[in-house]
């Protein structure tokens, strides 16, 4: 499938899940669809029918609360079936409100408390590194999950380590639940500080897949050092009345507005 | 027995290195004490499998279980304090959430930190770690079961957290033989008056209190409960059948360590309203600890066999007091 056709498919699913479960995070799931499409159809190498190899890239989805869309290229990808998004954020499922890698096949590991996933992609990368390993991890982090100061510490030991198996991308959507991340605890300026950590950043428009492409390239060629990609994206992304409002950072939305969600994104190119 | 003294943080780094030869794919990760948690024996011998992860205690055990997650065994350790207080978060959602295998190995734990003071003593690690579901918790006595309780850990899948004190401690159980299992409780002196039970740099304490009541002719039970969770429920049951007070001595608040899980186990057993047993716990009451030398703050404290001793004539014989030969 081309990756165009992955992330629209992948954008049905999340709003899907979400109006059926009746809750979740669409605005930050919508804006990271198109970085986590171009890694799980193109870049990672991970199978269905090894979801467990030693040697497998890592997938680390730091902003936990976009499962949807993990959940959603997992089921593309085979990993489970597609149906099984029905149960998404329910009782007696595993597809669980943030990623459970204990049940769900694929899920390299538990998130949802900000600023851990990072740390732990570091920990995969860091044992890559010791042990001689040619896997690469890559984390999807959100711009308000900066604002956790856990983050700048592995920041700082991925930098220490040297660690440029680790490809990091930031969700730069500027929204967080309380609004912009401007007005509430600014992290700007991202690439600035990411550059004083000791990072290879390379800032691209987060929906354009050619520079996502790009970006992947040039973080693998890049030695001795992490890689952040700080991608512009817009929360929300092909939903019109998702985007760039905060109010859809945790909201499902009703049976008309579904509707009028799923028309938009199957009209998208 | 007891002529000999080690602490704990001793027979931990040098049974790092013996685990590092048996399993090629164990890490030990450490936050700027490497001198003083003793990973440092361990980062000499296997300086490729030793990761510093500088003053950052949250990160460090995300990274351990980020490690954890790529077939690898992760001992990881700082002062109790930092470990199980300010990674405690880090420990809940990506160490024990996913049921990681990461060893969480603290040391200086408890009022015997001496002159640092209260902002390192850390007196509620054991809640903090007994309550996260899934953890393991241990609190052994002496260098022997330090061991025996690192070894355990390796070869078990899961976390556990390993609470080791400051302090030099009298070697009881044997390094090399001394084996350890989930709910490991040992008596290591039989009685029927009352029993004693402790965990960490207790075991002189107790004696002390068994010969004060042997002075006085009557036997007292010595339980060392290095298994903190799960607790061995037998040595308590026996413990309400056989004797008439329970003991429990903890560096450690008596609020969420040894002493509430054992009132906790008491309650469910659900057998002391048919035989009444006093419960006596000795440990830091609902208090912050102090500067000073580890043996001021245990007197100060009550950590000395006269006022336990006293405690447990109050509760159990109060018509004795005026006879009790101290």
Request: hydrophobic share 40%; with cysteine; aromatic share 8%.
């Amino acid at each position: 499938m081309e990756t165009k056709d992955f992330a629209k498919n992948m954008r049905k699913l999340i709003v899907e899940a979400i109006y059926n479960s009746g809750s979740g995070h669409p605005g930050g799931s919508l804006s990271c669809t198109d970085i986590v499409s171009v890694l799980f159809n193109e870049e990672m190498n991970k199978s269905p029918e090894c979801p467990k190899d030693p040697d497998r890239d890592r997938f680390v989805l730091s902003k936990g609360h976009a499962s949807a869309t993990l959940y959603a290229a997992l089921a593309l990808k085979g990993f489970f079936p597609t149906e099984e998004m029905k149960t998404f954020r329910k009782i007696g499922g595993r597809l669980e409100g943030h990623p459970d890698m204990k049940y769900i096949p694929g899920v390299d590991m538990s998130t949802g408390s900000l600023g851990q996933g990072i740390s732990t992609a570091c920990g995969m990368a860091v044992s890559g590194k010791r042990l001689n390993k040619d896997y690469r991890v890559y984390a999807v982090m959100g711009d308000g999950e900066l604002e956790e100061g856990q983050c700048w510490e592995a920041f700082m030991f991925a930098a220490h380590y040297k660690l440029d198996n680790l490809c990091v991308f930031i969700d730069f959507n500027g929204l967080q639940i309380d609004g912009e991340i401007t007005k509430v605890m600014s992290p700007l300026p991202i690439p600035e500080k990411m550059k004083a950590f000791g990072f290879n950043v390379i800032e691209i428009d987060g929906h354009n897949l050619d520079e996502i492409r790009a970006a992947l390239k040039n973080a693998k060629e890049t030695k001795g050092m992490p890689t952040a990609v700080v991608c512009h994206t817009v929360k929300g992304k092909g939903v019109s009345f998702m985007e760039n409002a905060a109010g859809w950072h945790g909201t499902a939305p009703n049976k008309e507005q579904y509707e009028q969600a799923i028309k938009e994104i199957e009209a998208n190119g | 027995m007891a002529d000999n003294m080690k602490a704990q943080r001793d027979a931990y780094g040098e049974v790092l290195v013996e685990l590092g030869k048996k399993y090629p794919n164990m890490f030990v990760l450490d936050a700027d004490l490497t001198k003083s948690t003793k990973t440092v024996t361990f980062q000499k011998e296997f300086p490729k499998r030793h990761i510093n992860c500088g003053i950052a205690e949250g990160n460090m055990m995300a990274v351990a279980a980020g490690i954890s997650t790529c077939d690898n065994i992760v001992f990881a350790s700082s002062f109790a304090m930092f470990a199980a207080g300010r990674a405690y978060e880090q420990i809940r959602n990506s160490i024990c959430y996913p049921h990681n295998n990461v060893k969480v190995v603290a040391t200086h734990a408890g009022l015997t930190v001496g002159e640092d003071g209260a902002t390192h003593q850390c007196l509620e690690d054991l809640g903090l770690m007994r309550s996260i579901p899934g953890m393991v918790v241990l609190a052994p006595s002496d260098s022997g079961s330090t061991k025996a309780a690192c070894r355990f850990a390796a070869e078990y899948d899961g976390p556990v957290y390993i609470r080791l004190g400051r302090l030099p401690l009298p070697c009881v159980n044997d390094e090399e033989n001394y084996k350890f299992e989930l709910g490991q409780a040992d008596v290591v002196a039989d009685g029927d008056f009352a029993t004693v039970m402790f965990c960490g740099p207790f075991y002189s304490l107790a004696m002390e209190v068994r010969e004060l009541f042997a002075k006085n002719g009557l036997n007292i039970r010595v339980v060392d409960v290095p298994c903190i969770k799960p607790m061995n429920q037998e040595v308590v049951k026996n413990a309400i059948y056989d004797t008439k007070a329970i003991v429990t001595i903890e560096d450690h608040n008596i609020y969420g360590g040894l002493g509430s899980a054992v009132a906790e186990t008491i309650a469910e057993l659900n057998i002391s309203n048919r035989r009444p047993t006093e419960l006596i716990r000795i440990g830091a009451e609902d208090k912050f600890g102090k500067s000073g030398s580890p043996k001021e703050l245990l007197a100060a404290y009550g950590f000395t066999a006269e006022a336990i001793a006293k405690k447990i004539i109050a509760a159990v014989c109060p018509e004795f007091e005026g006879e009790f030969k101290f």
